[in-house]
């Protein structure tokens, strides 16, 4: 898959995408030192969620509307929720700007038809679906139908709500698919992530797969990352000080800047398969064992198992060739430290 012509999938480093989801706290200013600091700690890519509290559920305060326990917005109805979460429509274009000036790709959720007409207006280079509307059949449709790249998380769904939703996508001949695992808890615990799936997730769609990940640390993006994820996603706040509906489960930017370095260097580090000793291994091949005189031997005495042994370092005959050594005889005086060669063995 490709977003501006950035390739992402195997043998590319990892696309890590900055979430600033709610983590603005409705400060335009906050907003942009978000993607300012997103930069400087090594993001590819901002993600916004474009929608209003009209346009992704009713002003309703019974029961279905009102969030249980459980959860860090227990209490709240789901309007009020995203009433202090949304991010005004009208910074999305001017937050576009800021970042392409910086190089980062920015691109959203839409959460219904509205939200997708506004950012084809915006011209984003992709789409992100979140886990919650990963059965919002409709929606998902209507995304399909632009052509720009889609990456869908697929937290809650089953295997066969996956399924539909990807064939979704690609009957509307959209072949531009990322699907990341996600578990959807805030904060999601460790115990619960499941990342075993990501491979099967990978072999089960034949697309780049990655990680949305909500657990507290940077320990599930680098496994994720050593067992094939192509993407990362993660929250991303100034301060966890700084209370808002998502900042407890996001990253500060020097804890994200560990994260995009941790990933850096599990890449480097997975390499490929390979059994050739390695430029810097050759150095120290020396160091390995082998067979050396370790006490006096007179021409014609018997090697034994007192004067010759296999030791550090590796300048004398293969330890395999121990047991032909032992009995014979000298052919010359040898003093202790001296690397068994054949032309000493009589």
Known sequence: MYINKQKIGTGVPTYIIAELSANHNQDFNQAVQLIHAAKEAGADAIKLQTY??????????NDYFRIGEGTIWAGKNLYQLYGEAYTPWEWQPQLQAVAHELGLHLF??????????????????????????????????????????????????????????????????????ALLKCTSAYPAPPEEMNLRTIPHLAAAYSVPVGLSDHTLG??????AVALGAAIIEKHFTLSRDVPGPDSAFSLEPQEFKAMVEAIRAAEKALGQVQYDVTEREQASRVFRRSLFVVKDVKAGEPFTAENVRSIRPGHGLHTRYLPEIIGRRAAYDVTPGTPVQWDMVA
């Open 108 to 177: 959203s959720t839409p959460f219904d038809e509205t939200a997708v007409d506004f950012l084809e207006n915006m011209h984003v280079p992709a789409y992100k679906i979140a886990s919650f509307e990963v059965v919002d059949i409709p929606l998902i449709r209507r995304i399909a139908r632009t052509g720009k790249p889609i990456i869908m998380s697929t937290g809650m769904a089953t295997l066969a709500e996956i399924d539909e939703a990807v064939q979704t996508i690609r009957q509307e001949g959209n072949n531009q698919l």
């Open 52 to 61: 209003t509290p009209d346009t992704i559920t009713i002003n309703c305060d």
């Open 218 to 223: 940077i320990a599930a993006p680098v496994t």
